[in-house]
């Protein structure tokens, strides 16, 4: 079942351990769902998957969980890059964040990131994509 068609099963987490490296107030977020990209920059339109519903109240479990971080997005290179996660709110306001090299940080607001100890998160994510896309994305990832 589409997560669009459950919209009336609205996810809503308080990151209450997430907060800015400034130690402000946590971040919450509300998703209705979620979609993926794996970035391959492989001459190919990246892939794009949507999760289910069970997957989309896991995201967001995992994600309250992670650890707050200071560290900066480190460049990307060619190839593999990580990918990039789009919660998508009950009002339409679309959430983002790339995920890659242990840590998770927000596209609009850099200040907010989390470490992603042993690239844990990311992995759960990629476990999620259809077979044909994680066939593309392990080996990158040193399995």
Not at 19 to 43: C, F, H, I, M, N
Not at 88 to 110: A, L
Request: charged letters at 20%; a negative charge; proline letters at 6%.
């Amino acid at each position: 079942m589409a997560i669009s068609a459950v919209a009336a099963l609205v996810a809503v987490v308080l990151l209450t351990n997430a907060r800015k490296p400034d130690d402000s107030a946590p971040v919450t977020l509300s998703a209705q769902e979620a979609r993926v990209q794996a970035a391959l920059y492989s001459g190919l339109p990246n892939p794009k998957w949507t999760l289910q519903t069970s997957q989309l109240r896991e995201c967001l479990k995992m994600l309250s969980e992670l650890p707050a971080s200071e560290n900066q997005e480190p460049q990307r290179g060619l190839g593999y890059s990580g990918l990039r996660l789009e919660l998508i709110q009950t009002n339409g306001t679309i959430v983002s964040f790339r995920i890659h090299d242990g840590g998770v940080w927000m596209e609009d607001n850099s200040s907010v990131a989390y470490s992603d100890k042993g690239r844990a998160f990311e992995r759960w994510l990629i476990a999620t994509a259809p077979s044909d896309v994680q066939q593309l994305i392990p080996h990158e990832l040193g399995n």
